[in-house]
Structure formats: C-alpha cells, structure tokens
C-alpha cells in the first residue's frame, strides 16, 4: 500500500536536530529477521509473523521514507534537515505486508516497526510528548486525516504503549486506518504503526502484537 509512504512520516519529530553517525542507532540495528521471526537484542525484543508476508528489504525502507519526505509543503533545505534526522536518528527496521505491496490486491494489512534516538530532544520525555510533538507533521501534507480525540493505553509484550488512531479517507469507498503505538524504551521512541482498511486486517495485524514480546 504506498499510502504507508506519507503515513509513516508521522513518525518524523518536527525537529531538525540530529547525530552525525549515531552510535546508539548502530546498537539497535544489530537486528535479525528470519523465517517470521524478527529479534532486535538491544531491546531485548521478538516479533513472530506468518512467514508468508512479504518482509521489505532494508532498501525499501530507506525509499519509502524518502518519498513521504518528498511530499512535504517545505523548502528544500528543510526537506533535507528532515532526511538528515532519518538517516541519524530514525531506523525503518521491520516493514511487512501480507502480499507483495506492487501487486495490486484489494486489501493489504502492514505491521511497521521504528524507532527514533530522541536522546537530542530534551522537551520529548514521555510517548504522549512524542505523539503530540509528531503530529505538526501533518499540518505540512495536504490530506485529509482526522484523529480520535483521545491517546489509548496499549499493553504490547508486558509494555505499556500509548496508542493513537488516525483516518484517511482516500475515496467515498476507500478509507485507510491506522494505529500507533509508542513507548520511550532505552531512550528511543519505540513504535509499531499497524495500516489496514477492514476489522478483518485488523484482527490479522493484532495477531502480530500478541506474539510480540520484550525480555524484562
């Protein structure tokens, strides 16, 4: 679905500050994903999956973030401060869809999994502060998203998330849903945005979130 392009920008904090080659980014990239099963040992995290689902090669991450930035209402310079910030503190690190996103079919549910280093935004203490901060995002993307009006808490792996659903309406027909959900672990905003346009999706992607786990 290359709606998820734009929406995963959501995830961008409305900051330009960044780490040149980021120490703490290299640690949490030593991850793996084999076979449905996705182990990230800085975090101490494992993501089971239908091994079926079309994984997103490392390659496609970094293109799928670059084009949401492409899109933005913003002077080049600032289009390339914000890919900055991607490329030295925000890591795409797991992207699947339950088929082939360039084939097109009639519904294609997506689990993402991203973090972002906020060790260099001192105001960001909290996942409701990154929430809130991220959404200004959306006033520089003309599209019509409406957000519900409350953040939820969402226990994920013995974690606690604060989640946030948002809509899209694409068509009359077609409106794209999606939930966020954020924890700050380890000095990093840690989210799993989960895109789809049925319960029936939804009900697939919340399979995914229940054999997710964290060691304590």
Known sequence: MKLIYFLLLFLLLNNTAYSQNNPRLKKINKDKDKNGKYVNPFLGLTIKYNPSWHTRSKKERKKMMSRGISILKTSKREKEAYQ???DNNVSTLLVIHKSDPEIPVK????FSFIVEDISLHPNIETATDYLDASKALFAQVDLPYTFDDEYQTVKVGGKEF????????VTEEIVVHQMYMT???E???VNFVLTYLNEPDKLELFKIL???SFKD
């Open 162 to 169: 604060v989640g946030m659903n948002l809509e899209l309406r």
């Open 210 to 212: 229940k054999n997710t």
């Open 107 to 110: 519904s294609n549910p997506s």
């Open 84 to 86: 900055q910030v991607i």
């Open 183 to 185: 924890a700050i672990i």
């Open 187 to 189: 000095g990093f905003a």
